[in-house]
């Protein structure tokens, strides 16, 4: 089974872009609105370790790998289900997109046969939270411009 995917434009230049998603992998609170908490516990050259408090209980630890100018990985090392999630910055016909990708564990690819209601809610998952990052890097960084004025 291949990623679940989902693409939409971006009102922002690609730098623009990647300083917002620099800064969505240290502090995800204001992106994800289940996510409720995120400690940074280490930062690498290429990236870093985070732990995220998903709905206020459910802890996960991600390896984030920065691959700018255009990719970032979040390497799921806790949830059983999830092994990949990317963003990607990418050029469509009206300009800058970014695309949301969830590459599920052979596990979650197993779950998602058996359970078709699981395949859909994860497609369902990655429409809604690339809407939400969109939609958040747009306002943060049209606030940010207007503070640098």
Same mark, same amino acid.
């Given at each position: 089974?291949?990623?679940? +995917?989902?693409?939409?434009?971006?009102?922002? &230049?690609?730098?623009?872009?990647? $300083?917002?998603?620099?800064?969505? #992998?240290?502090?995800?609170?204001?992106?994800?609105?289940?996510?409720?908490?995120?400690?940074?516990?280490?930062?690498?050259?290429?990236?870093?370790?985070?732990?995220?408090?998903?709905?206020?209980?459910?802890?996960?630890?991600?390896?984030? +790998?920065?691959?700018?100018?255009?990719?970032?990985?979040?390497? *799921?090392? $806790?949830?059983?289900?999830? *092994?990949?999630? &990317?963003?990607?910055?990418?050029?469509?016909?009206?300009?800058? +997109?970014?695309?949301?990708?969830?590459?599920?564990?052979?596990?979650?690819?197993?779950? #998602?046969?058996?359970?078709?209601?699981?395949?859909?809610?994860?497609?369902?998952?990655?429409? &809604?939270?690339?809407?939400?990052?969109?939609? +958040?890097?747009?306002? $943060? &960084?049209?606030? *940010?411009?207007?503070?640098?004025?």
């Amino acid at each position: 089974m291949g990623p679940i +995917t989902s693409t939409l434009p971006v009102r922002l &230049s690609r730098r623009l872009l990647w $300083t917002g998603l620099e800064r969505k #992998a240290a502090d995800p609170v204001p992106f994800l609105p289940a996510v409720t908490g995120c400690t940074v516990l280490e930062r690498y050259p290429d990236g870093l370790l985070r732990e995220i408090v998903v709905r206020g209980e459910q802890r996960q630890r991600e390896r984030v +790998t920065f691959a700018p100018p255009d990719r970032m990985d979040f390497a *799921q090392l $806790t949830e059983p289900l999830w *092994q990949t999630i &990317s963003n990607i910055i990418g050029d469509g016909p009206g300009g800058t +997109t970014l695309t949301l990708s969830l590459q599920l564990s052979p596990a979650g690819e197993e779950k #998602a046969r058996l359970e078709p209601q699981y395949l859909a809610a994860m497609r369902d998952f990655v429409e &809604s939270t690339l809407v939400a990052v969109v939609e +958040t890097l747009h306002r $943060t &960084s049209t606030e *940010q411009a207007g503070r640098a004025r």
